[in-house]
């Protein structure tokens, strides 16, 4: 980091995820970074340090495997280096784990019935770049969400109008995900932890708050990318596509 004014990071789904954040930080701090930008995982905006921890404290409970980069998030809270914290929602290009799946009519994904907010990977990116260079962007904590709350059933329907046939949510065969999984690569730990998240949005789902939208909105500097535009980009039939449509 010598010579560098910021720094983007975020932890792979690994065992040692919360040694490879310490190091970022305690590295940015011995250089005096004047920007440390870090993406971890979605927590509802807490306007108090006490709810703060306390949503922390429920989501270290609720899913253990994430216990890393809440450790880190802490961590950075109490950094001298200045500093933005990036939590985003379900990614929109997980479905691209289950291409070939939608193509054959079937949306793999098993969150249940509740609603849960998507975000697109590229907000994250723009946000990111917005965060390491816009000094007008105040340190902080900052929810990363999509524009609206979507079921499984509502992501289908639009894969539906977007490929002209129907496509049907599969929502609660987490066994069925997990060998689509396997077959796109996706290594056993990411798996787990997956499947740790599909029953936490099961459970509770995992809706925007008004507060959510206005820091995203905030740091992005426009609204962010709709489900529906997403899906329209991946189901072209183009040269270089994705291949979703057939």
């Not at 950075?76 to 054959?104: A, C, G, K, W, Y």
């Not at 105040?138 to 894969?159: K, N």
């Not at 206005?214 to 991946?234: K, N």
Request: aromatic share 8%.
């Amino acid at each position: 980091m010598r010579g560098a004014e910021g720094a983007f990071f975020l932890n792979p789904h690994v065992k040692d995820d919360r040694r490879y954040g310490m190091n970022v930080i305690e590295a940015a701090e011995q250089v005096g970074l004047s920007r440390l930008v870090y993406v971890s995982a979605y927590q509802p905006y807490a306007n108090t340090p006490v709810l703060g921890a306390v949503l922390r404290t429920l989501l270290t409970w609720m899913a253990p495997r994430y216990a890393g980069k809440l450790d880190v998030s802490r961590r950075l809270m109490r950094s001298t280096v200045p500093h933005v914290e990036l939590m985003p929602t379900n990614f929109f290009q997980n479905d691209e784990t289950v291409r070939e799946e939608i193509r054959s009519g079937t949306l793999l994904w098993p969150v249940g019935r509740k609603p849960v907010n998507r975000v697109d990977v590229r907000d994250i990116a723009a946000a990111a770049a917005n965060a390491l260079t816009d000094t007008t962007i105040p340190s902080g904590r900052y929810p990363l969400v999509g524009a609206e709350d979507l079921t499984g059933d509502d992501c289908a329907r639009i894969w539906s109008a977007a490929l002209g046939r129907e496509v049907r949510h599969e929502a609660e065969d987490v066994a069925a995900w997990c060998a689509a999984a396997e077959r796109a690569g996706e290594p056993r730990f990411t798996i787990d932890d997956y499947q740790i998240s599909f029953g936490l949005m099961r459970r509770f789902g995992t809706p925007s708050t008004k507060d959510d939208v206005a820091r995203t909105r905030r740091i992005l500097g426009r609204a962010p990318r709709l489900y529906v535009e997403y899906v329209a980009y991946l189901s072209q039939r183009r040269p270089g596509g994705l291949g979703i449509a057939a």
